[in-house]
């Protein structure tokens, strides 16, 4: 049985060590999104359009970030639950709760970007895309902080 032991101890890469891409996709989809809302050069027709793609590529990646922190069997929550509770569980609680209020601002903001209204005057828009922007960064930030307190890990790679 030579070589019985390869690979012994080496499993599928733990979720907390596979963060990095997710979080990468996840804030290139947010800045995409902050691009697109600048109005600067085009029309109203124009900046809807490429504010609607940015918002979808935005929910997308905002969906795939739940799905990876989510999941009950290779989720980063799971991990992290079974791995530090005392210092993980409320922060865990607040991270689910942001996943739900983000997802409902992303479909308020999609609503008013289909409105009649729709532009870069819309103040109503601006203020929910702003919100969006907010909120999603504050997300990524309390998701860093945590993973830093229970793994010494900085997910953002020491930038902002």
Known sequence: MAGA????G??????????GPQRGRLADALTAFRSAQDADGVD???????????????RDAWEAHVAFTEDAD?????????????VAAPE????RRDHEAVAVALTRAGELLGGPD??????????????VTKQVEAHRRR??????R???VDPTGGGS
């Open 10 to 19: 080496v499993g599928p890469a733990r979720a907390h060590e596979r963060v």
């Open 74 to 86: 290779t989720g980063l929550f799971t991990e992290l639950l079974e791995d530090h509770v005392e």
């Open 92 to 95: 865990v609680d607040h991270l």
């Open 118 to 131: 729709a532009g870069p005057s819309d103040a109503k828009l601006l203020a929910s895309l702003a919100a």
């Open 150 to 152: 229970v793994y010494n």
């Open 143 to 148: 998701g860093a902080e945590l993973l830093y």
């Open 5 to 8: 032991n390869l690979g012994a």
């Open 44 to 58: 109203d027709h124009e900046w809807c359009t490429r504010l609607a793609a940015a918002l979808a590529d935005l």
